[in-house]
């Protein structure tokens, strides 16, 4: 089986141009080309439209992806296997994450478990919750953190940890100085928004309490909102992870009633007997563990 050509096919996908792919592959744009010439001729259907713009998957194309990385995933997972039986500790690991994960948590993760495993290269993917669903659902990725359960039903769900959801608010809001913030009350206050594909946590809360949020600002950054409200252009909803160790100008209460959320590792099929995915999914637990003990809640914080 010739690897190479389906590795050319997913880095063209992920870059969006035979130029780049090339760059990145070490080779010449020619030679891309041609390789892909060789993948349509032998499935006998076009893949890829190649315009001034880049290139985009045909129908055919995207429906073959899902197929081709699930090859390249399986080829890795072997290679795993057999350094792992030659007792070496080698290979790629790709790890989507949501922006509080991966500002607080992982860059200690990845020092800790790089140092008990220094051959295992990390590829990091940061997005949104609908990214990272996607990114699993696409096998583009071998491990996700989210917000559980993940999208993608035949995933393995590992829970972490409980994140607390708080109320962010401009430091001369009235209500600044009370214990808590009433959900109810975010019906009557200018709220700042993530995209709805990311907003799923404050969506939910807001949601069980009934309440329909007047959204005045909607953007796909964490940081902008918490730059908003520090401006007093609005209140938010956001987990308490995502605020910690930060010197912004806010408030942070804890809302009426609580509302929390589950942050954990989400595992393809495809990735589930990785040697290098084990390993990290059981370092992670420990890691958690370690720092939050077994009450699996984020403490302290910024309330």
Known sequence: MNIRKYETFVKVVELGSLTRAAEAMGCTQSAVSHTLSDLEEEFGFTLLRRGRGGVQLTENG??????IRGILNYHEQLHQTVASIRGLDTGALRIGTVTS??????????????QLH???????????????????????????????????????????????MLAVLPPD??????????????????????????????????????????????????????????????VSIMPELLLQERADR???????????????????????????????????VAWIKERYGSQGKIAGGNS
């Open 62 to 67: 995207a429906r073959v992806l899902p197929s």
């Open 101 to 114: 994960v991966g500002v607080h948590w992982l860059p200690s993760i990845m020092k800790q478990f790089g």
């Open 118 to 164: 220094p051959g295992i290269e990390f590829k990091l993917y940061s997005g949104d919750y609908g990214d990272v669903n996607r990114w699993l659902s696409e096998r583009s990725i071998d491990v996700g953190f989210l917000s559980l359960p993940a999208e993608d039903p035949s995933c393995e769900c590992v829970p972490l940890v409980h994140d607390r």
């Open 173 to 234: 809001h009235p209500m600044a100085s009370l214990p808590r913030f009433p959900v109810a009350q975010m019906a009557h206050e200018p709220f700042i928004s993530l995209l709805e594909s990311s907003d799923t946590d404050a969506r939910q809360v807001l949601d069980a309490a009934g309440v329909r949020p007047d959204i005045r600002f909607t953007t796909k950054d964490d940081y902008a909102i918490i730059a908003m409200v520090e401006q007093g252009l609005g």
């Open 250 to 284: 806010v408030v942070t209460m804890e809302l009426v009633p609580r509302a929390s959320r589950l942050i954990g590792l989400a595992v393809p099929p495809v990735s589930r007997s990785s040697p290098a995915t084990r390993s990290f999914v059981d370092f992670v």
